[in-house]
């Protein structure tokens, strides 16, 4: 038996212990998906964090994408992608996939995880829950002559609404809410919305305490091409100056837009960190120095 490592495992549950108090009862909303999950690569250990989460009293709510499944069941089917001046049209025959692939394939996918350690979980669709409605997105475009005009890209939705009330009902019977991104048009017709702006509209309904994107980078880097030079704290006001000087590009731009709204909106913390981590979840909530980035008012 080494003693010293028995100490050691105590050393780290009294560091938690101050954390598991203050976060008891506390709404943390996580964004699940992409490579990050673990048939993609990520860590086996994230479903394993939030059923820590849940079961120390926090609540903990998952919000998902599928990019990489709907690309590959869009593939299996048939389906080419369509562009319109070089925008992705997400037509009714791709929207179907979207919803089968995202609800019935990755969502069912992460709630099994969940059952599977013992924990509870309820797979959602926000559509279907009425947790959340959109208004259809249009592009736009600039022509040769410098003028503008708008594009209809489809069933793509812009968040209008959040009623946060069936997602805390889920909450306060000891259940993780794993919500699919799809939103409820003003036509009754299914919606596809970026997952980390609906993570974002979702943890600003809930007033949560914390927002956190699981991404396959370290967080956000001065320089993108240097792990060494990782931000760990980054201050709302400083994200436009990143983002026009390029060192925040393509899909890091929705998740950092989508911590800071949601900072100035109410929401604590916000943080970007590696989901290929073991325990990333755990270490950056639960220990002082934490992982990745956050983003502070």
């Given at each position: 038996m080494n003693v010293e490592n028995i100490i050691q495992k105590a050393?780290?549950?009294?560091?938690?212990?101050?954390?598991?108090?203050?976060f008891r009862d506390k709404v943390v909303v996580v964004k699940y998906g992409g490579s990050t999950l673990a048939e993609e690569g990520g860590s086996q250990t994230v479903l394993a964090d939030l059923v820590f989460m849940e079961t120390v009293g926090?609540?903990?709510?998952?919000?998902?994408?599928?990019?990489?499944?709907?690309?590959?069941?869009?593939k299996e089917a048939g389906v080419e992608a369509q562009?319109?001046?070089g925008l992705r049209v997400t037509d009714a025959a791709t929207m179907k996939i979207v919803e089968d692939t995202l609800f019935g394939v990755v969502n069912r996918g992460i709630v099994d995880g969940i059952l599977q350690l013992g924990g509870n979980a309820k797979g959602m669709s926000a559509k279907d829950a009425g947790v959340m409605g959109v208004k259809k997105h249009l592009r736009?475009?600039?022509?040769?002559?410098?003028?503008?005009?708008?594009?209809?890209?489809?069933?793509v939705g812009d968040?209008?609404?959040?009623?946060?009330?069936?997602?805390?009902?889920v909450c306060n019977g000891a259940t993780i809410p794993v919500i699919a991104p799809i939103g409820l048009g003003e036509d009754g017709e299914s919606y596809n919305v970026n997952a980390d702006t609906a993570a974002g509209e979702i943890a600003n309904a809930l007033q949560a305490e914390k927002l956190v994107f699981l991404t396959d980078v370290t967080g956000i880097m001065r320089d993108p091409r240097d792990e060494k030079s990782l931000l760990s704290s980054l201050h709302v006001n400083d994200v436009d100056a990143l983002i026009s000087k390029g060192t925040l590009?393509?899909?890091?731009?929705?998740?950092?837009?989508a911590c800071?709204?949601?900072v100035k909106g109410g929401v604590r913390k916000t943080h970007i960190i590696d989901g290929r981590i073991p325990h990333a979840?755990?270490?950056?909530?639960?220990?002082?120095e934490g992982i990745g980035t956050e983003i502070v008012q």
């Open positions: 050393a780290v549950l009294v560091e938690a212990f101050p954390y598991i108090r203050s926090m609540k903990p709510v998952v919000v998902h994408g599928g990019g990489k499944e709907i690309s590959r069941r869009m562009f319109v001046e736009s475009v600039v022509e040769k002559d410098g003028s503008r005009r708008s594009v209809d890209i489809g069933f968040v209008d609404w959040i009623d946060p009330d069936p997602i805390l009902r590009q393509g899909g890091m731009i929705p998740k950092v837009r800071v709204r949601s979840l755990l270490l950056e909530i639960f220990t002082q």
